[in-house]
């Protein structure tokens, strides 16, 4: 079972991505930080899904949350079920989402 650092991106403008997928038979604690690394504010969404980048309105758990210049979110003590996909969307470039965590036998 893993520990620390669970998935990493560097999110491309406009584009769902998945950061971090369950794996089968595990279950996963997490933790969310999701970066601006732009001198302008950005909007984020977060999504908890069930299939790899859809996502039906009742997953978001963040919806085009702005985020300050150099700034940051963190979303703490997120629980997990394994083939459960973290998404990540941004509206411009230059944005990083970091998962760190836990997983453990389901």
Do not use: F, H, K, W
Request: contains cysteine.
């Amino acid at each position: 079972m893993a520990s620390g650092i669970l998935g990493q991106s560097d999110l491309i403008a406009t584009t769902v991505t998945d950061v971090y997928t369950v794996p089968v038979g595990v279950l996963a604690s997490l933790n969310v930080n999701v970066c601006n690394r732009n001198a302008t504010v950005v909007n984020i969404r977060l999504a908890l899904s069930s299939v790899s980048g859809v996502q039906s309105a009742s997953e978001y758990i963040e919806y085009d949350v702005a985020i300050e210049p150099n700034g940051v979110i963190e979303r703490t003590g997120i629980t997990m079920a394994a083939g459960d996909i973290l998404t990540a969307y941004s509206d411009t470039v230059d944005v990083s989402v970091n998962v760190t965590g836990i997983e453990g036998a389901a």
